[in-house]
């Protein structure tokens, strides 16, 4: 994902556009209106509890996963906007273990492929652009999307240390944008990862106070990163160690003393 969100940025800079911010916020509306037709379906019976109480543990995902396979389909796959938010609605169903029955087998692929962007949404170049943009790397005005100065400064950054200084950057920002992971967060992965080379997931969810949505869009996003590696397995939802994980989350916990961080203090000063 650094790799990608790097690209993104290089693109920007070279004036190459993406998804336009007002089809991002359409997404985010009509992500509104999904879950909001899902409490009312709970309420009235329409919709089992206990997948209701599933879901909304994990909202933040899902959240962001409507809005990129929103996106998606419209700018991708050329679907109309009504057309493209029927899919959408279809799929977020099938999230939701109701039976969804396509008319045909065209259909069925664009609705699993906007499931599949709704179940980890960091793989979506959206996320990358709303990642971005929550981060204060680009913002948005009537000729496009355009690198603010903390943009161009991490674009400057040598490609070894991008990833260490992207995430101290995150922490640096002091954003509300639940992308960003607190550094309590990585400090306790940090140290399970240090005493051992698989955690369970769950394990994690019993550490750290945090929703665990929040938690699994965040490792989502750091197995995205290549800073550790996420399975599912007979043993369950599981964090591997990768050879660079302990290197990376040592750097960032301890910013203060990481070549990434002097690099990145140097070119905002500059």
């Keep these: 994902m650094s790799h990608s969100l790097r690209a993104m940025l290089l693109s920007i800079k070279e ?38 109480e599933e879901l909304l543990g994990s909202k933040c995902v899902y959240e962001y996963g409507i809005v990129c396979a929103y996106c998606y389909a419209v700018q991708e796959l050329g679907l109309s906007k009504n057309v493209a938010r029927n899919f959408v609605e279809k799929a977020f169903k099938r999230l939701l273990g109701l039976q969804v029955k396509p008319s045909s087998r065209a259909e069925e692929c664009i609705i699993q492929s ?99 949505g929040q938690i699994a869009l965040w490792i989502y996003r750091l197995s995205s990163l290549g800073i550790v590696q996420y399975e599912v397995g007979r043993r369950g939802e599981v964090i591997k160690r990768t050879t660079n994980t302990l290197n990376i989350l040592s750097e960032v916990v301890n910013f203060e003393n990481s070549p990434a961080y002097r690099e990145v203090k140097s070119i905002l000063r500059g």
């Design 114 to 212: 906007l499931y599949e962007i709704m179940e980890d949404p960091t793989q979506s170049e959206v996320f990358n652009i709303i990642h971005a943009y929550e981060l204060g790397l680009v913002d948005w005005d009537e000729r496009g999307w355009k690198l603010t100065k903390m943009g161009e400064a991490l674009l400057r950054v040598t490609s070894l240390n991008f990833t260490k200084a992207l995430l101290i950057t995150e922490h640096l920002s002091g954003g509300s944008s639940r992308i960003v992971m607190p550094l309590s967060f990585l400090e306790q992965l940090y140290k399970m990862l240090s005493q051992r080379p698989v955690v369970g997931l769950h394990e994690l969810y019993e550490r750290v106070s945090y929703p665990e």
């Design 15 to 52: 004036n190459s556009q993406s998804y336009p911010l007002s089809l991002i916020r359409e997404g985010k509306e009509l992500n509104k209106a999904l879950f909001y037709d899902l409490i009312s379906g709970a309420l009235s019976s329409k919709v089992r509890r206990d997948l209701l």
